[in-house]
Nanobody
Framework: QVQLVESGGGLVQAGGSLRLSCKAS????????MGWFRQAPGKEREFVATISRGGRTADYGASVKGRFTISRDNAKNTGYLQMNSLKPEDTAVYYC??????????????????WGQGTQVTVSS
């Protein structure tokens, strides 16, 4: 199994930046696609970004495109989500997810096999 631990969340003012990290352990991270999702209180889980195992392919949700950047360092077994120009509507718990042994990516949360515990991001106006 793969264990995922997110970090880097916190409180930031609108217009600010945060970088989330997702540390993987248990099996080689380099075989897994990775995704970021978020869930705000009273709302459904929302796709944020996904990246392929080698990092060559990435995709973003419409609400974050142009502001967020997903990346990964397989040597460190870590994925990242750089969030710039943050807005109050970005406030949510952010989760990283992974699926092993695939060359594909997906915006569908049900496609992923492993999930982290989440990290809170709060953007004040």
């Amino acid at each position: 199994q793969v264990q995922l631990v997110e970090s880097g969340g916190g409180l930031v003012q609108a217009g600010g930046s945060l970088r989330l990290s997702c540390k993987a352990s248990g099996r080689p991270f380099s075989t897994a696609a990775m995704g970021w999702f978020r869930q705000a209180p009273g709302k459904e889980r929302e796709f944020v970004a996904t990246i392929s195992r080698g990092g060559r392919t990435a995709d973003y949700g419409a609400s974050v495109k142009g502001r967020f950047t997903i990346s990964r360092d397989n040597a460190k077994n870590t994925g990242y989500l750089q969030m710039n120009s943050l807005k109050p509507e970005d406030t949510a718990v952010y989760y990283c997810a992974a699926r092993e042994y695939t060359f594909y990516t997906s915006s569908d949360g049900s496609w992923y096999e492993y999930w982290g515990q989440g990290t809170q991001v709060t953007v004040s106006s």
